[in-house]
Every structure is written in structure tokens, then in C-alpha cells.
């Protein structure tokens, strides 16, 4: 068994066991991981109809919808930022270990929650702190290993597809995921994003101005002025002509300008 203090800052190696107390008396001696879920992942994985469909398409699905947190609790997340909630569990199938991760943002505390008051129900309210079995050295939590997901034919987990289309998992106990930046870095960036997106740069503008053109119509107003507004001068001149293009085509002629 590899010394905790061995590897630097580097996760726990496979194997690392971890002695900690129940509250009724009961001694553990467990392998210890963290499990982690981004926000509004979950109802989704759980639809029937999310069954066999690609990663990529649920991310897409699920991506559009980011912002909320922003909108909502406009001071705990900034644009594009969604809660990641995390949980102490142990790899040993049947260890029934899967609580609370001290040290994180409870979902329950966000601003103006009904549940505000209640206390954080983590790992340390039922457990006294873990220490290694072999050492006797207190945990670091930042060195548990992050457990990976998957969403695949053979595998399912809830959330599993934002690894499986990204690539990206997040650091033990980040409080938040930054979609925005995430589409962007794994090549799954879509207009829907701008408004979460901070600058777009050229080819972001050149997509945003191409999806507005062909869905214009019928948009709300507001959300298209928002939209517009994220294009530069040339690009929003860019858009006027198709706009402009497109209504000559539906009239038949020129006849609209006048």
C-alpha cells in the first residue's frame, strides 16, 4: 500500500482504504471516491425517452437550458454556470457509503431556497472524519479520485453524458461547471450559447448570425435583440442582407422596402 504523503498532490492511488466511525458505534474500513452531478442532468437522464440516444444529443438538449442557474441566483453563478452537487461514496458494491460531500454548496442553501434554514446533512454528520488504515494521516478531499461516467450503450449513468460528449470532469469538489466554456474547449459549442458565451469571437459570429437568419421568424424579440446585439458591426450587417434576402424571396420582389 502506497504512504498517503507519496505522489504529492496527486489522487489517492486504487486501493487506499479509510477508517472511519458511524454514529452508532460501527467502525469502517472502506475505499473512499467522490461521485458528482451537474444541475438539471438528472430529470433528464431519467425520461424514458433518454434511452439509447447519443451523448452529444442530450448534451445539446440539456446545454440550451444552462443560464438558469445564472437567472435565478444571479450571485452565486455567473453566466453559463451550473451547481455541481457531490457525493462521498465507495467503489466496494454493496458498502452503502453515498453521502454528502462536506466543504461544497449544499443545493438546499442556494439564496432564497426554502430549506435555508436546515442544517448541511454531509458525510461528517454521520461519520467521524476518515483517517488512512495504515497511517493514521487525515483525509485531504481534494485527493479523492473523481469517479468517471459514462453514457453508452452498455453503460448508463445519470449525468453520464456530459463526460461522454465533452470529455470534461470536474476537479474534486468544484462548486460549478461552466458550460459555455466547456462547449467550446470539446467542440460543442452552438448559437444557443451565445448569451451565456461572453465575446464570440469570428466564427462563433459568423454561426450566430447564420442559426438568427433562419430562425428569425417567429423568435421572440426580445431574445433576437439579445442575440443581435452579441454580432459586431459586420456581422450584423451580414444579417441584415439575408434578412433582407430572405423577405425578397418570400415576396417575390423588392416591393417591401418602399
Not at 23 to 35: D, F, M, P, R
Not at 117 to 122: A, I, V
Request: hydrophobic residues 35%; proline residues 7%.
Amino acid at each position: 500500500m502506497s504512504n498517503t504523503t507519496t505522489a504529492g498532490g496527486q489522487p489517492y492511488p486504487p486501493g487506499t482504504r479509510w477508517t472511519f466511525q458511524s454514529k452508532n458505534g460501527y467502525v469502517h474500513t472502506e475505499e473512499l471516491a467522490l461521485s458528482w452531478l451537474v444541475g438539471g442532468a438528472e430529470p433528464i437522464c431519467e425520461d424514458p425517452s433518454a434511452e439509447g440516444k447519443p451523448a452529444d444529443v442530450l448534451w445539446h438538449y440539456w446545454a440550451k437550458d444552462a443560464n438558469r442557474y445564472h437567472e435565478r441566483w444571479p450571485e452565486a453563478f455567473r453566466p453559463g454556470e451550473v451547481h455541481i452537487s457531490w457525493r462521498v461514496v465507495s467503489p466496494t458494491p454493496d458498502s452503502g457509503i453515498f453521502e454528502g460531500a462536506p466543504y461544497t454548496r449544499d443545493p438546499r442553501h442556494l439564496p432564497r431556497q426554502s430549506r435555508a434554514d436546515e442544517k448541511q446533512d454531509d458525510f461528517l454528520t454521520h461519520f467521524s472524519f476518515p483517517t488512512h488504515a495504515e497511517s493514521g494521516e487525515g483525509l485531504n478531499w481534494l485527493r479523492l479520485p473523481v469517479l468517471d461516467l459514462a453514457w453508452r450503450e452498455d453503460r448508463e449513468d445519470v449525468g453520464g453524458f456530459v463526460q461522454e460528449a465533452s470529455g470534461w470532469k470536474p476537479s474534486p469538489l468544484q462548486l460549478a461547471m461552466d458550460v459555455a466554456q466547456v462547449a467550446r474547449g470539446s467542440r460543442l459549442w452552438t448559437p444557443e450559447l451565445a448569451l451565456m458565451s461572453g465575446d464570440l469571437d469570428d466564427d462563433e459570429q459568423y454561426a450566430l448570425g447564420d442559426w438568427l437568419a433562419e430562425h428569425q421568424e417567429g423568435m421572440d424579440r426580445d431574445l433576437y435583440d439579445a442575440l443581435y446585439a452579441k454580432l459586431g458591426k459586420h456581422h450584423q450587417s451580414d444579417l441584415d442582407d439575408s434578412i433582407s434576402d430572405w423577405a425578397d424571396r418570400a415576396v417575390g420582389d423588392e416591393s417591401w422596402r418602399l
